[in-house]
C-alpha cells in the first residue's frame, strides 16, 4: 500500500453483484470455467460471501478462488466454504508483526496468521501465500518462510518483485532474484525436488523433503510467461485489462446486458492481448497503449 493510501471508487462507480453475476454468466457461455475474486481487498465488500455462491452456481463455473489479504479471513471462511469457495491465496510478505504493519500501513500479523490456521481447518482444495520478495525488506526471511511449510500444507509462492506503480530507479533498487531461494535451501541443507500441483498457475513448485507444504517460484521478469498466459482481468469499475502491466483497458460495463457486444469486446480484448509486457523489454509492438497502466498494484490485485 502506498504511504499516502489510495481513494476508494465511489460505491455507482463499482460493478454491482448483479452486474458481476451476469458478466460471469457471459463468460461461462464463452467457455471460462475458473473465476478468481481480487482487489483491492475483495472482503471489504460486505455481500462478497453471496456474489461467491452466485458464482459458483453458474451453470459452467466449475472453480472458484479468492486472493486476500487475510486480515477478515478467520470471520468469513467457514462461510465462504460453505458458499463453494474452492482455493484461497493470501498475501503476506512477511512473519515480523513491525514489519507487516508498516508493509500493509498497520495491519495486525496474528489476524493473517490466525485466519491461515482457521482455512487449513476447513480443507480448501489448496491454500497459497504469496510472498514477493524485495530486497531490504523481507529477503533475509526466505529461510523462515521455507521453514513455514514443514509443518503447514501450503504452497508458499515466491513472486519477483514488479515494476508496477513504482519507478524504474526504485524496482532495481529493490529487486531480488529467485535463484537466491535455492541458495539458502543448499545453505541449509534443505533437499528440494520439483512437483506438480494442480491447476495452471505460473509458478514452478517444490517441495522439501519431509516437509507437508511446499514452495513455489513466480518469475515475471526473469522467465516470462506471457505467451502461456490464459487470463482477462476485470477490474471493479468495469473495465476489461487483457495484461496487468499496460494500460489498455476497455470497458465492458454497459455492454454485460448486450451478449452479442460483450462477446465482441471481449474477443477485442483477446486480440489485442500483448505477445510480451515491457518488464521483459521485447516484443512490445503489438500494444495498443504503450503507457504502463495508472492503477497501483494494489488496485489491480496483483
Known amino acids: 500500500m502506498p504511504k499516502e493510501g489510495l481513494p476508494f471508487f465511489p460505491s455507482d462507480k463499482v460493478m ?30 460486505t455481500d462478497v460471501v453471496d456474489i461467491v455462491r452466485r458464482i459458483k452456481n453458474v451453470d459452467g463455473v466449475e472453480d472458484v478462488s479468492i ?6 479471513l ?54 497459497k501465500l504469496n510472498t514477493v520478495l524485495i530486497k531490504g525488506q523481507n529477503d ?9 511449510t514443514k509443518h503447514n500444507d501450503v504452497n508458499v509462492r515466491f513472486i519477483e518483485f514488479m515494476p508496477i506503480g513504482n519507478s524504474m530507479k526504485t524496482w532495481k533498487k529493490e529487486f531480488v532474484g529467485l535463484d537466491n ?11 528440494y525436488t520439483p512437483i506438480e500441483l494442480k ?15 511446499s514452495f513455489g517460484l513466480i518469475h515475471p521478469i526473469t522467465a516470462k510467461f506471457c505467451e502461456n498466459c490464459n487470463r482477462l482481468r476485470i477490474t471493479a469499475d468495469g473495465y476489461v485489462k487483457a495484461c496487468l502491466y499496460w494500460n489498455e483497458e476497455i470497458s465492458i460495463r454497459e455492454a454485460i446486458p ?13 486480440d489485442n492481448k500483448p ?23 494494489s488496485q489491480i490485485g496483483g
Not at 76 to 87: C, F, H, N, Q, Y
Not at 181 to 191: A, H, M, P, S, T
Open 199 to 213: 491447476g495452471n498457475g505460473p509458478s514452478d513448485n517444490y517441495q522439501i523433503k519431509g516437509n507437508e507444504g
Open 258 to 270: 448486450d451478449k452479442k457486444k460483450f462477446r465482441q469486446l471481449i474477443q477485442r480484448a483477446l
Open 16 to 45: 454491482s453483484q448483479d452486474e458481476i453475476i451476469e458478466m460471469v454468466e457471459n463468460f461461462a457461455e464463452m467457455g471460462i470455467s475458473k473465476v478468481r475474486i481480487t482487489g483491492g481487498e475483495p472482503l471489504l465488500r
Open 74 to 127: 478467520g470471520k468469513l471462511a467457514k462461510d465462504l466454504k460453505e458458499a463453494g469457495l474452492d482455493r484461497l491465496n493470501i498475501s503476506l510478505d512477511t512473519f515480523d508483526p513491525k514489519r507487516y504493519k508498516e508493509i500493509t500501513r498497520g495491519g495486525n500479523i496474528q489476524q493473517v496468521l490466525d485466519s491461515i490456521s482457521v482455512a487449513a481447518k476447513l480443507h480448501f482444495k489448496k491454500i
Open 67 to 72: 486472493t486476500t489479504n487475510g486480515l477478515f
Open 275 to 297: 505477445l510480451n509486457h515491457e518488464m521483459a523489454m521485447s516484443e512490445t509492438d503489438r500494444i495498443i497503449d504503450e503507457a504502463p497502466t495508472w492503477r497501483h498494484m
Open 181 to 191: 531461494v535455492f541458495d539458502i535451501c543448499k545453505q541449509n541443507g534443505l533437499e
Open 140 to 148: 533475509d526471511e526466505i529461510l523462515e518462510f521455507l521453514n513455514y
